[in-house]
């Protein structure tokens, strides 16, 4: 950072691979508290304060029971991202690299919807809805009608009524 940025200045590296130091200054700024920005690197383990992820249940409980739309902004770069950034994490052969690739591409094509088609991540087998503690927040923030189906602090409450 140079010497006098402040979080505005910064804002477009939030979403770097390497800025888990600039989430940690700046969480507001780059979306650790906000429930439906894009989810990637939104966990503690990329710099996330636990004080910010805590207040993202406090904004979902009243949220209706509605997923985004496959347009949604934040839904399109989580999953421009995601086959770099889970490479880039776990590591990847090439025939996982072009997976990777094929369920980013379907899901900014159908949106939430494909949730219910390929729940689980492909690399790791970690479940979409839950998040992947490494790597990004829990997408039933993003698709809460897709994903809760019981109740959860990342759920709005009218999704199990």
Same mark, same amino acid.
């Given at each position: 950072?140079?010497?006098?940025?402040?979080?505005?200045?910064?804002?477009?590296?939030?979403?770097?691979?390497?800025?888990?130091?600039?989430?940690?200054?700046?969480?507001?700024?780059? /979306?650790?508290?906000?429930?439906? =920005?894009?989810?990637?690197?939104?966990?503690? =383990?990329?710099?996330?304060?636990?004080?910010?992820?805590?207040?993202?249940?406090?904004?979902?409980?009243?949220?209706?029971?509605?997923?985004?739309?496959?347009?949604?902004?934040?839904?399109? %770069?989580?999953?421009?991202?995601?086959? %770099? =950034?889970?490479?880039?994490?776990? /590591?990847?052969?090439?025939?996982?690299?072009?997976?990777?690739?094929?369920?980013?591409?379907?899901?900014?094509?159908?949106?939430?919807?494909?949730?219910?088609?390929?729940?689980?991540?492909?690399?790791?087998?970690?479940?979409?809805?839950?998040?992947?503690?490494?790597?990004?927040?829990?997408? %039933?923030?993003?698709?809460?009608?897709?994903?809760?189906?019981? %109740?959860?602090?990342?759920?709005?409450?009218?999704?199990? =009524?």
């Amino acid at each position: 950072m140079p010497p006098i940025s402040t979080c505005e200045d910064m804002a477009s590296h939030c979403t770097d691979v390497d800025a888990q130091l600039l989430r940690m200054v700046c969480g507001v700024t780059c /979306g650790c508290v906000e429930p439906q =920005a894009n989810p990637l690197y939104k966990v503690r =383990a990329q710099g996330c304060l636990k004080t910010c992820l805590n207040e993202q249940p406090i904004w979902v409980v009243d949220e209706p029971c509605e997923d985004v739309s496959a347009d949604f902004e934040a839904w399109q %770069s989580f999953w421009d991202m995601y086959p %770099s =950034a889970m490479a880039a994490l776990f /590591g990847a052969t090439p025939e996982q690299i072009f997976n990777l690739g094929e369920v980013a591409q379907s899901m900014k094509e159908a949106g939430c919807n494909y949730l219910a088609e390929v729940t689980h991540e492909v690399l790791t087998d970690v479940r979409y809805c839950d998040g992947h503690p490494l790597l990004f927040s829990p997408l %039933s923030l993003l698709c809460p009608r897709t994903c809760c189906t019981g %109740s959860s602090i990342f759920c709005p409450s009218s999704c199990g =009524a």
